[in-house]
């Protein structure tokens, strides 16, 4: 493990944070060569795609800092410092589909600049995770002998470098994301309803998100015994359902209107 990429006269740079970089230029090229093979105009869409990023890592390090507040209340000054890490992807999904979504609209459907994003989106979570697994962030929980699980668990360290037997949460995570960046790209070329791409990615990562939580053992606030982080994957799961629900409903309504046209 190596939390840290680079350390230089007081300035540091996390190893997190060089694997959500590589993260996001995978799913950039990706998205656009999509966008290439559907005869868009890449420039439109690399504007959309710049927006989703500026937008979401603001939105994704102010989740983190919200949700971790206790500690920052007293280092105000870190709150910037994205270079060493912290970022809440569901606070990151959000304001990098409403960056995308302002751009797109100028030009295109929303959702289907939206759809052309899902596509790339699960390889940069993929390298999210695996940056995750090599800085020690969102380790997992430990496993004892006798425990069900038992035979998954790998000596992992957490935070503090304090290595114990636990749960492969990171490599479980980045191997889900990675799995539905396969399925998506394998069906790229089926036709779909507008935004269906998108919403399915938000439901069914999401709900992956979710149990894969269970797993996890580093801390972060709880409501009610639940994690915060779980919480909001519960949301974006319902989020997911009702978008795709909105996307059928209307799809159905277009035949209609078609077919009495």
């Known amino acids: 493990m190596q939390p840290i990429f680079w350390q230089w006269n007081g300035f540091t740079i996390s190893t997190y944070a060089v694997w959500m970089t590589i993260g996001l230029i995978a799913a950039t090229i990706v998205s656009l060569g999509e966008a290439r093979r559907q005869h868009f105009r890449l420039a439109f869409v690399l504007d959309a795609i710049l927006a989703a990023i500026v937008v979401g890592v603001i939105a994704a390090r102010a ?4 949700i971790n507040w206790s500690y920052y209340q007293d280092h105000a000054a870190e709150m910037v410092r994205l270079w060493q890490g912290g970022l809440n992807w569901q606070a990151g999904l959000i304001g990098g589909s409403i960056g995308a979504w302002f751009i797109a609209r100028r030009h295109a459907s929303p959702l289907t600049i939206l759809d ?4 790339g989106l699960p390889l940069g979570i993929a390298c999210g995770w695996i940056g995750s697994y090599l800085s020690a962030t969102a380790y997992g929980a430990e496993l004892f002998p006798g425990d069900r699980f038992f035979f998954l668990a790998r000596d992992l360290p957490d935070w503090r ?7 492969p949460t990171q490599l479980i995570g980045a191997a889900w994301s990675l799995i539905l960046f396969l399925m998506w790209w394998v069906t790229r070329k089926k036709t779909w309803a507008a935004g269906t791409r998108y919403w399915l990615v938000v439901a069914v990562y999401s709900f992956g998100a979710l149990l894969i939580g269970f797993t996890r053992g580093d801390e972060v606030p709880r409501f009610y015994g639940w994690r915060v982080d779980q919480l909001l994957d519960a949301l974006l799961v319902v989020a997911g359902a009702i978008g795709l629900w909105r996307v059928q409903r209307i799809g159905k309504q277009s035949m209609v209107e078609q077919a009495h046209g």
């Open 63 to 66: 989740g983190y800092v919200i």
């Open 116 to 119: 052309l994003l899902a596509i």
């Open 161 to 167: 470098g304090l290595s114990n037997p636990r749960w």
